[in-house]
């Protein structure tokens, strides 16, 4: 069996400094900007248009270019990232906090007739943390919404990142060390791949497969390592694909077989070969351990009830994110 792993898209670069008191206080209407910028700061405000600071309620509008923000909280206003994937928006954050209040997404906001992947970027070095809404949103079946997360330093996930059923999320470390720290919620309804080490007391939801237009919308989520803090929770007829089995020390909740659409859970243990599993039942579920050959290859905790006899392995091949053949084993419950 051939399988592919999630896609994996882009990058961008720096920073401007500014202070919070060259941000006036909010005093007008809710308005609609655009980013004309180039490369520039977020509070120059001829760089938007209509010109002036970014205000409580605004939306703005960036579809190429970088928007550069430091050593700030950005609070209260709704971004939308909608390029192209060859040349992305970049949102360039150097220590910022996302507050509650704000939503920053990539999406279809502006059509194109010609485009069918919006991309946006988020370049975060130093240490930033989000408790707003970050999301990869797209509204039409037939074009892909990608929303790059690259992170230098450390970024930590208070509030919710998600993607839609056309959504595709990738969370990537840039520098050695580099870890995303989830407390909060990453809901995937459609598509995610996180290669930064994830660490926090957090949870990743794979929501129920559903109908989209003339298809089944699975979600699909590649990890690599994952800190024993993090719960993976599968809501129905998911794929979880762990690249670094080793190093996953997640639970997983809500693991079950076919769903009413005909779909099924199944997790890929990608570039592994294993042979052979034992499970050890505890009170809140238990840990299934994985062998290649005699070797410990990892292990699994889940919650819930299950028996060693429910697992079933299946090897074969996975496309890698890199288009190359690798072994993979897909486990299932029987």
Avoid at 118 to 126: K, L, P, Q, R, T
Wanted: hydrophobic letters at 45%.
């Amino acid at each position: 069996m051939i399988r592919f792993c999630a896609p994996i898209p882009f990058a961008s670069n720096w920073g401007e400094p500014f202070r919070m008191e060259r941000f006036p206080k909010w005093s007008g209407p809710m308005t609609t900007r655009t980013w004309i910028g180039a490369n520039s700061a977020y509070g120059n405000a001829a760089a938007w248009q209509p010109n002036g600071v970014p205000g409580n309620g605004d939306t703005l509008i960036v579809q190429s270019g970088t928007v550069n923000l430091r050593h700030a909280t950005l609070a209260g206003v709704k971004v939308e990232l909608t390029g192209l994937a060859a040349a992305p928006p970049t949102l360039a954050l150097t220590n910022v906090t996302i507050a509650a209040s704000t939503t920053i997404e990539a999406g279809n906001f502006v059509y194109d007739a010609n485009n069918y992947n919006y991309s946006g970027v988020i370049d975060a070095s130093g240490t930033d943390a989000s408790y707003g809404t970050l999301g990869a949103v797209s509204t039409d079946f037939e074009r892909a919404a990608r929303l790059t997360v690259n992170i230098g330093g450390r970024f930590t996930n208070a509030g919710t990142i998600t993607s839609n059923a056309m959504g595709f999320v990738t969370i990537d470390a840039t520098t050695a060390g580099a870890a995303l720290v989830n407390t909060g919620l990453i809901d995937i309804y459609g598509h995610a791949t996180i290669d930064a080490a994830t660490t926090g007391v957090g949870t990743v939801r794979l929501e129920a497969a559903a109908p989209v237009h003339s298809f089944i919308a699975a979600p699909v989520l590649a990890m690599a390592a994952v800190g024993s803090g993090q719960t993976i929770a599968f809501l129905g007829g998911d794929d979880l694909q762990l690249t670094d089995l080793a190093d996953f020390h997640g639970a997983v909740s809500g693991f079950s077989p076919l769903t009413a659409l005909g779909q099924q859970d199944h997790i890929d243990l990608v570039g592994q070969t294993i042979t052979s599993s034992a499970y050890a039942a505890d009170a809140t579920g238990g840990v299934l351990t994985l062998f290649a050959g005699t070797t410990k290859a990892g292990q699994i905790q889940f919650a819930g009830s299950y028996a060693g006899s429910d697992f079933r392995l299946t090897p074969g091949q996975i496309v890698s994110a890199a288009g190359t053949l690798v072994p993979d084993t897909q486990l299932t419950l029987a």
